[in-house]
């Protein structure tokens, strides 16, 4: 569906880091983790394609998306007022498996990749998961990048935090924090399943840490999408899924969530 949404509300979060709401053409209330929205940046002729971004909460007839500006698309988009109309495409995509009813959830963003892993802590209350089956892991540069942290923390599920620069929560990476949990989790003879959206090399790294632990997890790439049709071919990846044969995926139409073993990186 291609519709047009005017915006409601555009704010700064932190330096570079946006919150933007905007009417919807229905109620995507209950949308699961992982959908996205294709978003016209402007209306002029360029940039020439839609930009992908996944959806952080929906009421009503109005949705909210978390983006960063860090190239031209983006910064298009900043620009845009308040009562602007905005072309959207969408939702798109697919979702996160559920956990097994003897796992336990954890949660992995890092950085601008926290709304589908915040969407899918709600996803998981609402399916009546425990909060004391759900670990949240939040990492970020520096402090101020981890916004939204009263919204998360609000669930009343564990959330973590880490730091580059070690200004809150561990000083380090969310990899070294999954890491600690699902060993204190093999300790006390439970199971977990990971969850995780962030930039490649933290992706990269949970693809590696889940095949040498035997970590089962699933990943949702911000691959970007130019035509989030899958007709262009902008955005496949290579998958391993059965061997040693190499399969290439579209991410806006296969994904953009996938078995964290099965993603081929460079």
């Not at 978390?66 to 905005?86: C, E, F, H, P, W």
């Not at 399916?127 to 520096?142: E, L, M, N, Q």
């Not at 007709?231 to 995926?249: A, N």
């Amino acid at each position: 569906m291609i519709f047009d949404a005017s915006i409601t509300h555009q704010e700064v979060l932190a330096p570079g880091i946006w919150l933007m709401r905007f009417e919807t053409a229905e109620d995507y209330s209950g949308f699961r983790a992982g959908a996205f929205f294709h978003i016209q940046v402007d209306p002029g002729p360029y940039p020439m394609f839609r930009r992908a971004y996944s959806i952080l909460g929906a009421s009503a007839n109005e949705a909210e998306i978390l983006y960063k500006v860090a190239g031209v698309g983006s910064t298009l988009l900043s620009r845009r007022k308040v009562g602007d109309v905005i072309s959207v495409m969408g939702p798109l995509g697919n979702s996160f498996s559920e956990p097994a009813s003897d796992e336990h959830a954890l949660l992995v963003a890092g950085g601008i990749g926290m709304p589908p892993i915040l969407r899918y802590a709600e996803n998981l209350l609402q399916a009546g998961v425990t909060p004391d089956r759900i670990t949240f892991i939040y990492g970020a540069r520096t402090a101020a990048e981890l916004v939204l942290r009263d919204r998360i923390e609000a669930l009343g599920i564990t959330v973590l935090y880490a730091t580059d620069d070690g200004s809150t929560g561990t000083h380090g990476y969310v990899t070294d924090v999954l890491r600690q949990e699902a060993e204190t989790l093999q300790g006390a003879g439970k199971s977990g399943r990971f969850y995780a959206c962030g930039p490649e090399p933290m992706l990269a790294a949970l693809t590696e840490l889940s095949r040498t632990e035997s970590l089962p997890g699933e990943l949702s790439l911000e691959t970007p999408m130019p035509c989030g049709a899958g007709v262009c071919l902008g955005c496949i990846i290579p998958c391993k899924c059965s061997g040693d044969d190499v399969e290439y995926k579209r991410t806006c139409i296969d994904g953009p969530i996938f078995r964290a073993q099965e993603v081929v990186w460079p």
